[in-house]
């Protein structure tokens, strides 16, 4: 199953894609990792995909990753009398915590009163995506009394989005805590954090989570931004969830946004996602606009380490058609010649060690010698994240004993994993490495390969050689 491209490719299963069958056509067709989106579905039904995943990857002798995306703590009002109201502008509205009655034209709950003490007068509030807008004019410990700027129909369980006010409200909430329980169960290899707003909130899920599944932070709140190396430093991976990003901040604004992330977790040497609306109108339609087709080129170019589909194959009519149409995307960028001069723009290392001198060297010497490929052995993953932190021109081979860690290199941009033995001596890694390289395509009798690897072996971070090695 090699995959003739650096990128990944993430797919969200949902209603269109929840067939053993419609799974390994996705996964045949380009799909790295799976993505399971906790905000939809009971665990059973999230158990039977992540069985047929795995029931996949033994057929393929091929890991397969699985994200567990958590729902967070959306604000959401709640339901009205006869399901929808029509906010007029100019109108006064309140929002209460009268959770027992439902809401009708002047008055709704919502799902978190405790974030009215922390409002300002004159704060703005956005519901349903941003399409209506609220401005608090009055405000107590339970209420809040709003005039309507932007009116509309307004129905049941619609979100309620506060750009740039800091909440005092935990990343978690009770269904993410019953979801962590269920997915430490399960092999999950990614948990996604929604709504994160500060660091703590990352330390905080560390705590239950442990290190045995990788954190993916979404940076969906603008507010966020402000702690961005932070928030980067303490995730194992960041996504740009364009979603909500895209309604709390102004609509020019996204575009930056995405490159500032994409390149600050270069920097820190962290993969990152770009998700939502990518091939959107694919959902119902064979192909996508020009548009659309631009902005998934887009974060390629700006270095993603992977791109995201959502809607497109959880309820869209066409998931096999836009995974071979984001394939075929990401190939056509990466064999363009100005993509492959933008990755190799260097970036101000804030540490540098002696790990990342024999990464970079390996890199240039591939480079120098026309390698087939770069092999890393690695027992963290760690060997492996620096070698696709680099961007060489030529494949990585992440090579490890623990599966886990191989589901978790899926995400890294250019790199290639296997599942192999623990090795005690140099001489088993080379011997492997050319084994892997011959079977998996990458490499012919005669090639030369680049290794590296960490010795004495299980060090973590301690990668010291750099071996070139002749496939025979």
Request: charged share 25%; net charge negative.
């Amino acid at each position: 199953m090699r995959r003739l491209r650096s990128a990944k490719i993430v797919s969200t299963l949902g209603p269109s894609s929840d067939t053993e069958m419609v799974i390994r056509s996705l996964f045949e067709t380009g799909v790295d990792i799976f993505r399971l989106n906790f905000s939809h579905g009971t665990h059973e039904e999230h158990k039977n995909r992540i069985d047929m995943i795995r029931n996949l990857e033994r057929d393929y002798n091929h890991p397969v990753g699985i994200i567990a995306d958590l729902q967070g703590p959306k604000i959401r009002v709640s339901k009205f009398k006869n399901n929808k109201i029509l906010l007029v502008e100019g109108s006064k509205f309140i929002l209460d915590s009268e959770k027992n009655i439902l809401g009708d034209s002047s008055r709704v709950s919502i799902s978190n009163p405790e974030i009215y003490p922390s409002l300002n007068i004159g704060t703005e509030l956005l519901l349903d995506d941003g399409k209506l807008k609220l401005i608090v004019k009055k405000k107590s410990d339970n209420k809040l009394e709003t005039i309507v700027l932007v009116g509309g129909y307004l129905s049941n369980n619609k979100g309620l989005n506060i750009p740039n006010a800091e909440l005092p409200m935990s990343a978690l909430t009770e269904k993410d805590l019953a979801d962590i329980k269920f997915i430490s169960t399960m092999e999950i290899d990614w948990v996604a954090l929604s709504f994160v707003q500060r660091p703590q909130d990352i330390v905080e899920a560390r705590q239950l989570i442990g290190d045995r599944v990788g954190i993916l932070t979404k940076l969906e709140k603008p507010l966020a931004i402000k702690y961005l190396k932070e928030i980067i430093t303490l995730s194992d991976a960041i996504m740009v969830a364009r979603g909500d990003l895209g309604v709390e901040a102004p609509p020019e604004d996204v575009p930056g946004l995405q490159k500032k992330i994409i390149q600050s977790a270069r920097i820190e040497g962290q993969p990152v996602i770009v998700a939502t609306q990518m091939l959107e109108s694919m959902v119902s339609s064979p192909t996508p606009t020009r548009a659309e087709a631009s902005d998934v080129a887009t974060a390629v170019f700006d270095g993603a380490d992977a791109v995201m589909l959502s809607a497109e194959t959880a309820t869209g009519d066409y998931p096999i058609e836009t995974v071979a149409i984001m394939n075929r995307i990401i190939m056509s960028v990466e064999n363009d010649d100005h993509y492959k001069s933008m990755q190799n723009v260097e970036f101000d290392r804030t540490h540098v060690t002696d790990a990342d001198a024999i990464t970079v060297a390996a890199k240039q010497v591939a480079h120098t010698i026309d390698a087939s490929a770069i092999v890393t052995f690695t027992k963290t993953g760690s060997t492996t994240l620096r070698a696709a932190r680099e961007r060489p021109d030529v494949p990585i081979l992440g090579l490890t004993p623990d599966l886990r860690i191989a589901r978790q290199m899926l995400l890294l941009w250019g790199v290639h994993p296997a599942q192999t033995s623990y090795f005690e001596d140099f001489p088993d890694v080379v011997e492997s490495a050319i084994k892997v390289a011959r079977q998996s395509e990458f490499a012919n009798k005669g090639d030369s390969l680049v290794i590296t690897a960490g010795v004495p072996f299980g060090t973590p971070g301690a990668t010291n050689v750099l071996r070139i090695v002749k496939v025979t």
